[in-house]
């Protein structure tokens, strides 16, 4: 790990001045998100057929209706876990670490959580149980909502080399992507997709680098690295191997 940049040395004084100076431009971003998270939820909604789609569970197979879990709101994770792959991708696990301890509070918003992968489900279970997690994860292995939702690509759907993904065009070289959305039951059981969001927008899951983001280092990211230096959390502890890609493969 890098050593933090050498910084000015000043008194608390100008310190606070600089501080205070920095707090009103922080006081501007939170105000300009209360906006966006304001014409978020006045985005119109898109009607699904719920007979589309029917996922595996450890319950047996069930349409997306009957994923909310009793509430009226889903949040999905689009987790990468293909067919085949040795483990989960490392950064979309680095999300789900955070659901279990929200589950609870956002199912006081009326809001459930679910993880969705193509992998088949006993993989997914496998996976699960050696990261130790107990939020919900169903398999869309045999149906088609990972493509409709543009977060796995087959060769038929690129286009000199580029995706459909986050609303455009983009060279993408992995057969899966991350990806969150979000899902509004009505009282008739009708299902609406009101919401996704790709890319670096997947970070409003990961709590922790808005904690790293707060630190003399940030996010050391510097040189295109991205987020090379994740680990699954169950292999922090050699540090010294290269980091797996997406896929499970050393990168």
């Known amino acids: ?16 001045a600089e501080r205070k100076a920095l707090l009103a431009r922080e006081k501007e971003l ?29 319950a047996g197979p069930r349409r997306l209706s009957e994923l909310f879990q009793g509430r009226r709101q889903l949040l999905v994770q689009h987790f990468m876990l293909a ?11 680095f999300m789900a670490d955070h659901l279990d301890g929200m589950a609870p509070h956002l199912a006081h918003r ?14 997914i279970e496998a996976f699960k149980r050696r ?24 060769s038929a759907d690129r286009v000199d080399g ?8 983009t060279p993408f070289p992995l057969e899966e992507a991350p990806g969150i959305s979000i899902f509004c039951r009505d009282d008739a ?19 922790a680098y808005r904690l790293v983001d707060l630190t003399p280092k940030g996010r050391d990211e510097a040189g295109g690295g991205g987020m090379a230096w994740v680990r699954h ?8 191997a290269p980091a797996a890609s997406c896929c499970g493969a050393k990168a």
């Open 189 to 207: 059981g009708q299902v609406f997709h009101t919401y996704s969001t790709f890319g670096r927008g997947v970070e409003v899951m990961m709590g």
């Open 83 to 93: 067919l085949g792959w040795e483990q989960g991708c490392k950064s979309c696990s």
């Open 233 to 240: 959390h169950d292999r922090y502890e050699d540090l010294a």
């Open 110 to 123: 009326d809001i459930a959580l679910l993880a969705v992968s193509r992998a088949p489900l006993d993989e």
């Open 1 to 16: 790990m890098n050593a933090p940049t050498p910084h000015p040395i000043v008194t608390r004084d100008r310190w606070i």
């Open 131 to 154: 990261m130790g997690w107990q939020f919900a994860w169903a398999s869309s292995h045999g149906n088609d909502f990972n493509r409709d939702f543009h977060v796995s690509f087959t």
């Open 162 to 169: 580029a995706v459909y993904y986050n609303f455009h065009m």
């Open 30 to 58: 939170t105000r300009l998100g209360d906006r966006i998270a304001q014409e978020r939820r006045a985005l119109p909604w898109v009607k699904l057929d719920d007979t589309a789609y029917v996922f595996d569970t450890p």
